[in-house]
Nanobody
Framework: QAQLVESGGGLVQPGGSLRLSCVVS?????????MGWYRQAPGKERELVAS???????TYSDSVKGRFTISRDTLTNTVYLQMNNLKPEDAGVYLC?????????WGQGTQVTFSS
């Protein structure tokens, strides 16, 4: 059973940084897989904020461009999301997703919240 396990969320102040991690099962960790980070905020649609396309290119939503960076480590099967200059509108549950060989896999999510 393929699994994705996220970590790294927490409480942060505006302007702060967090790095999210997603450990992906070896069986679906491929350079040819789509790998993405999504954000689910209360009352809003789930938003794709950063991804690796199946061709290996990085994409970012306009709302995070210049502040977030997606990366991956093929030795540890981990996808990262470095989030800098965080804003209150970045709050939500961040979910990692992989699309590979016709199937879509999701992690359980990690929460990002803001302190005043």
């Amino acid at each position: 059973q393929a699994q994705l396990v996220e970590s790294g969320g927490g409480l942060v102040q505006p302007g702060g940084s967090l790095r999210l991690s997603c450990v992906v099962s070896q069986s679906i960790f491929s350079r040819h897989a789509f790998m993405g980070w999504y954000r689910q905020a209360p009352g809003k649609e789930r938003e794709l904020v950063a991804s690796f396309t199946s061709g290996g290119s990085r994409t970012y939503s306009d709302s995070v461009k210049g502040r977030f960076t997606i990366s991956r480590d093929t030795l540890t099967n981990t996808v990262y999301l470095q989030m800098n200059n965080l804003k209150p509108e970045d709050a939500g549950v961040y979910l990692c997703s992989v699309q590979y060989s016709g199937s879509v896999y999701w992690g359980q999510g990690t929460q990002v919240t803001f302190s005043s």
